[in-house]
């Protein structure tokens, strides 16, 4: 195995001391300026890179930013939104030479105890934190560790905060997605920074859909209770329903791991139903092509007598037939805002808010009226 070279290598072939090499790697006084040019060059030509433990240990910045998922693991191998978000998150962090350590976890237990071994090891520089919770110690732990974070996912200010709606979500502003403001000073955080999505608006977009096609009965097949995100689509979902004039035994949600095999599951009970729905919206792209597998076995066409939307688009939706109607947004997108975000906090910019673009509803062949009779 080659020896990786070190500083005595760099001074030998630079014919200086290592205090030089030390002095002119670490951009202090004490050499000339062409010795400092000198030294770098070599050290290039030998390929040296700084050890990154010893840069943590003398306070220094590691050059690594931490990414733990505390999901099923089961679950992460047929969703795309995660591999399209580190894309976009890898995208920025390579630009800027900075490596991503990830870690997926069993809970949310784990999760926190991981932040405190990466802090104690001096690990990462910073972290991205994912799955925002109703009841979430995360952004405590971070704040007493002073561990600078982005948070990937929160609401807007006008969806509140995960305990009701308190606008309609149509009327929530778009914003740019390169849009970055201060944190509010009522809420300001000393390391925490945030990238928020907006829930309500996409679900406005999918019960106006609905609605506006004459669907009545309507289940939302949704992800992982205790999820923020979760939580505020389910509540969009009966407030745009109530603002229509539909009731819950009407449009209501059921609660899925994201899996392909529990959106079947799902599926198969409610069309079992003396009333079933006449629309289904399922929270992720696999598990509304599982719902649509699920019809055809069962004889029910779509979107004939069952429409189908997927809330996060994908070549899947695209080349299952009949194609998906699904909302579409960047989720690379979504993670190069998340990444760029820490990046300016790490350079020294206070903790800030990013928003991104609101998803838009791409209507295809999988939605369509309800039966006459329904």
Known sequence: MARRPTIKDIARQAGVSESAVS???NGRPGVSQDTRARIRRVAEELGWQPNSAARALSGERSGVVGLVLARP????????????????????????RTALLFQVVED??????VYRRWWAERRVDGVLVV??????????????????????????????????VTEP???????????????????????LSSVRADDAGAMAQVLEHLHGLGHRRIVHV????????????????RTEAARRGLGPDQVRSVLTD????????????VLAEPEPPTALVYDN??????????????????????????????????????????????????????????????????????????????????????????
Do not use: K, N
């Open 23 to 25: 002095f002119a790697l």
């Open 73 to 96: 693991a089961h679950t992460l191998g047929v969703e795309s939104f995660f591999l399209q978000l580190v894309s976009g998150i890898q995208e920025v962090l390579s630009a800027a």
């Open 108 to 113: 949310i237990d784990a999760e926190c105890a």
């Open 131 to 164: 799955d925002p919770r109703t009841s979430d110690p995360r952004p405590a732990l971070l704040e007493a560790l002073a561990l600078p974070a982005v948070t990937i996912g929160e609401a807007l200010p006008q969806e509140g905060g995960g305990e009701g």
């Open 169 to 191: 979500a149509a009327a929530t502003p778009a914003v740019p997605s390169a849009a970055r403001s201060a944190v509010p000073s009522a809420v300001r955080s000393a390391v």
């Open 222 to 237: 949704a992800g992982l209770p205790g999820l923020a995100h979760t939580v505020r689509r389910m509540e969009s979902l």
């Open 258 to 269: 994201y899996s392909d095999a529990e959106g079947a599951a799902a599926t198969r009970r």
């Open 285 to 374: 792209d696999v598990m509304a092509v599982a719902g649509s597998a699920v019809a055809a076995e069962l004889g029910i066409p779509v979107p004939g007598t069952l429409s189908i939307v997927a809330w996060d688009d994908s070549a899947l939706c695209r080349v299952t037939h009949p194609r998906l109607t699904a909302l579409v947004r960047d989720t690379a997108g979504f993670g190069r805002l998340a990444a760029e975000e820490l990046l300016a906090v790490l350079s020294g910019d206070p903790p800030g808010v990013r928003i991104s673009e609101r998803p838009r509803l791409e209507p295809r062949e999988s939605t369509a009226p309800p039966p006459a009779h329904t």
